[in-house]
């Protein structure tokens, strides 16, 4: 069974810095590339980026580019999303997904999010 | 990248049917064949229903279909039920450089 197992909800500081990470179980780690979404509350899915996992090959929405920084632990199965400087409009539940290691594959599995809240 | 164009809501009564448009352009629904659809309760993780325009994963009733003209994409809900009450978002593929950009969302109500 395919799992994608997010960390828990976190609170956090403007100016603070985070990692979240998404790990999943269940399937070829090398045939999939990660994704992430953002749902910023009462509002639609957002398309962050996808991350290939085998070669590092990373393509970001412009929207997120230079904001936040995909990457993966190989050997844990492990995706990460990260922010250096967190603001308060960075307030959102983030989704992981996995989609085939196939140009214009959709995102077959997803985790069930992360909630990040940011306020002082 | 601006989101594709959904309907805000739409709402129809147990049995009947519902279809949900989703409007890009030439560099996204319209060039390539790569459209999925997404159901979202919220508070729950999204799942695949819809992918390559017209194709169910498995598991997916055949009530839910998909379609494609031009540069909009649709997705029809025949037979409603009240599970399928829900958030719906299409998506699609935009290119190598930057390949995904999500509708934006149409709350599905079933009266």
């Known amino acids: 069974e395919v799992q994608l197992v997010q960390s828990g909800g976190e609170v956090k500081k403007p100016g603070e810095s985070l990692k979240i990470s998404c790990k999943g179980s269940g399937y070829s780690f090398n045939n999939y590339w990660f994704g992430w979404v953002r749902q910023v509350p009462g509002k639609g899915l957002e398309w962050m980026g996808i991350?290939?996992?085998?070669?590092?090959?990373?393509r970001y929405s412009p929207s997120f580019e230079g904001h936040v920084t995909m990457s993966v632990d190989r050997s844990t199965y492990t995706a990460y999303l990260q922010w250096s400087s967190l603001t308060p409009s960075d307030t959102a539940m983030y989704f992981c997904a996995i989609r085939p290691a196939v140009t214009a594959s959709p995102f077959d599995f997803w985790g069930q999010g992360t909630l990040v809240t940011v306020s002082s | 990248q601006s989101a594709l164009t959904q309907p805000r809501s739409l709402s129809g009564s147990p049995g009947q049917s519902v279809t949900i448009s989703c409007t890009g352009s030439?560099?996204?629904?319209?060039?390539?064949?790569?459209v999925s659809w997404y159901q979202h309760h919220p508070g729950e993780a999204p799942t695949l229903i819809i992918y390559d325009v017209t194709k169910r994963p498995s598991g997916v009733p055949d009530r839910f279909s998909g379609s494609k003209s031009g540069n909009t994409a649709s997705l029809t809900i025949s037979g409603l039920q009240a599970a399928d009450e829900a958030d719906y978002y299409c998506c699609s593929y935009a290119g190598t450089y930057t390949p995904y950009v999500f509708g934006s969302g149409t709350e599905v109500t079933v009266l």
């Open positions: 991350f290939n996992p085998v070669n590092s090959d990373t």
């Open positions: 030439s560099n996204d629904v319209g060039g390539y064949n790569s």
